[in-house]
Structures are given as C-alpha cells and as structure tokens.
C-alpha cells in the first residue's frame, strides 16, 4: 500500500501565494511520477501539474499555468506545489497522485495512488 498525505491548504486572500506539500509513505515502488489535481464543487477533477521521477520532465495544466510551480524531493519523498496570485476560481479541493514509474502521468486515469485532499479556500 502506499499513501499520500496533503498539506498545507486552508482559508486565504485574493492575491495570497500558498504551497502545498504531499507526502508519500508505504511500498512505494522504486520509481514514480507525481502530480497535482484539483477539483472544485460541482465540476470534473483536472490536473493542475505532474513531475516525472527525476524532474526532468513537468507539466502544467490550464487551470494554474502560469502560477503553480511542482517539485520533489525525492529523499524526502515529498512533492510541492507552490501556488501564487490566488483567485476565487481557484477553490477547490487539491489531490495529490502517485503513478509508478518514471514518466510523469497527464490524466488522472494515469495515476495508481491518490490522497484524501487538502482544501484551499480562497475568500473573495
């Protein structure tokens, strides 16, 4: 089993930056890619970001591009999204994912591990 753990969401301001932070713990495989999603009350989950094994390879979805920066620390195994100049639009529910593998996944269908979500609120 492997687990993912979200942090790092909460209640902030228009214009307000936030990271968020995803550990991964359990049997992990010796590989995996990660990404970030997110899904808001009442519409479909969309990526938001994904990072391959080494970071070599990243991917930014529509939604934040532009304004979200992915990493990892693979020592830590700890992925990151740094999220800058919040809107309202921006609320959602965020989910961390974990394919295994090197490559980086670009749907969701992609990923084997997913966490429970962290919250990020964005008051207007």
């Known amino acids: 089993q492997v687990q993912l753990v979200e942090s790092g969401g909460g209640l902030v301001q228009v214009g307000d930056s936030r990271r968020l932070s995803c550990v991964a713990s359990?049997?992990?495989?010796?590989?995996?890619?990660l990404g970030w999603f997110r899904q808001a009350p009442g519409k479909e989950r969309e990526i938001v970001a994904a990072?391959?094994?080494?970071?070599?390879?990243?991917h930014y979805g529509d939604a934040l591009k532009g304004r979200a920066t992915i990493s990892r620390d693979n020592a830590k195994k700890t992925t990151y999204l740094q999220i800058n100049g919040l809107k309202p639009e921006d609320t959602a529910v965020y989910y961390c994912a974990a394919s295994e593998g090197e490559a980086l996944g670009y749907y969701y269908f992609a990923y084997d591990w997913w966490g429970q979500g962290t919250q990020v609120t964005v008051d207007s």
């Open positions: 359990g049997q992990l495989p010796g590989s995996y890619g």
């Open positions: 990072i391959s094994w080494n970071g070599g390879l990243i």
